[in-house]
């Protein structure tokens, strides 16, 4: 990825749906997502000048910014919980799930659900955020080679699991 341009909109609207789509992997849902993804964009972009790689450093603030909203969203999950033991069943109903998405995309959510959280990560920031296997490390903050290893652990797991939708 190269250096962001002086216009963040541009860089913004280049690089955000990749962005948004790793904000997913820690994000209750779309909105939640587009949260932490805003305001990871806002500590990256006032600190931009200072980053050694931009899209490194740019997906790092997404996953810190997305760990720190589930680590909050946890206390508040705590807080609820204590105040309210029981949910009317109206209650539920009124916060069902849009309609359905596709079943390959249901099925392909299903399965990078069930790895665990670093590889899921690899597989994502390389195969959707296009990064490569150095600049995952950084985002993962951890070697190259680790990274490689999380990444070809996952995707030998999702091929298996997925097999029924090869051609």
Not at 8 to 28: I, K, M, V
Not at 74 to 80: P, Q
Not at 133 to 140: A, F, K, N, P, R
């Amino acid at each position: 990825m190269e250096k962001p341009q002086a216009d963040w909109t541009d860089w913004f609207n280049c690089h955000g749906p990749r962005l948004l789509l790793f904000a997913r992997q820690w994000a209750g849902g779309h909105a939640q997502a587009q949260d932490i993804m805003q305001e990871a964009f806002m500590r990256f972009w006032q600190a931009r000048d200072r980053a050694r790689d931009p899209a490194a450093y740019m997906y790092a603030c997404v996953r810190k910014c997305a760990l720190e909203s589930r680590r909050s969203g946890r206390r508040r999950e705590r807080r609820e919980q204590a105040a309210i033991r029981e949910r009317p069943a109206y209650v539920e109903a009124a916060f069902e799930a849009l309609p359905e998405k596709d079943e390959f995309r249901r099925s392909v959510e299903a399965a990078l659900e069930r790895l665990p959280e670093e590889q899921r990560q690899a597989l994502v920031l390389k195969i959707w955020g296009e990064l490569t296997l150095e600049q995952i490390g950084q985002v993962m903050e951890v070697s190259p080679n680790t990274a490689a290893s999380r990444f070809r652990y996952g995707l030998t797991v999702l091929r298996r699991e997925l097999k029924e939708w090869a051609p």
